[in-house]
């Protein structure tokens, strides 16, 4: 059975030829597939890579409920072009190294407490997230005013004397540490300007803030004494830090006492004396001190 007989029909023969057909009919088939297949895929990979490429900061806030960023157009400008800079050209959608770059290359930059998060939003969209520092005061440094945060970390402007609209920390004995984003390593060196920055905290809630002009610390490391200088250019005693008050001397609340009712009763913090003293159960004036003596320093 199954044989080719005499006048008959080779079936077997047959089936085993039409299925070798089919089978190189089918190879065919999927090779051509798999051919016109690539193109649309090839253009589709070609318009991701070449994707415009586009970067969003999402730039520190103002106070709740005020729009906008206090991060000036400048500086928003140079963070842009890093982070643009560090994605290149044409980042690999596929990789993770644009994103590490773009992160390390502005963490590095002094805004950040530590490295921002970089993530994709598009084929050729990122976003920068991460903790902004806040500018608290600057530190005046030979002929620069530098910018530091409330923890006493460097941040990258800096400014002439008195342009950054900030209260000034004067008498530091040491210079300026490099920005670079990492932990500790831009924190100015020494006790007193961590010292003056919680007076400038304290005092900045006060309604007479605007009066005091900068903090001294130049005799802090010997004597553990902060003195206010104000905008007229008197000198006010304000002695040892709110978190670790000098023995026998009043307590920070007594002193901002001691200051309401002098911006009371003379509506200047200083009494228009050129040095006194708030860091006593009352208040000294000093009417032998030269005003010159203790105007701030340059």
Known sequence: MGQKTA?????????K????????????VMLVGATLGMKPLERRATVLTDAEVHVAIRWPALRAGQEGTWLPQ??????MDLATDALGPSPDRFSAAPLGAVSATLGATGWFDGQPTVRRTGPGSFIV???????????RWMDKDYLVSWDARRMPPVYDHDRARLP??????????????????????????GAALEVIEVVSAQKWAGQVRAVDISTYADDGILRLV????????????????RLG????????????QLYHDHKRIDAGYPLIYINTQRVQFDSSASAGENRPAP
Request: glycine share 18%; net charge negative; proline share 7%.
């Open 168 to 193: 000034v920390i004067l008498g530091s004995r040491v210079g300026p540490p490099t920005p670079s984003g990492g932990a500790g390593s831009d924190s100015w060196a020494g006790e007193g300007i």
């Open 129 to 139: 997230e991460g903790e902004w520092r806040i500018p608290a005061a600057v530190v």
């Open 249 to 260: 001397e009043v307590t920070t609340q007594q002193k901002l006492v001691h200051l309401a």
């Open 17 to 28: 030829a039409l299925s070798g057909f089919c089978v190189i009919v089918l190879f065919g």
């Open 74 to 79: 400048a500086d928003q400008e140079l963070l």
């Open 230 to 245: 104000t905008t007229d250019g008197g000198r006010i005693v304000w002695g040892g830090r709110p978190r670790k008050p």
């Open 7 to 15: 006048g008959g029909f080779g079936w077997q023969e047959f089936a």
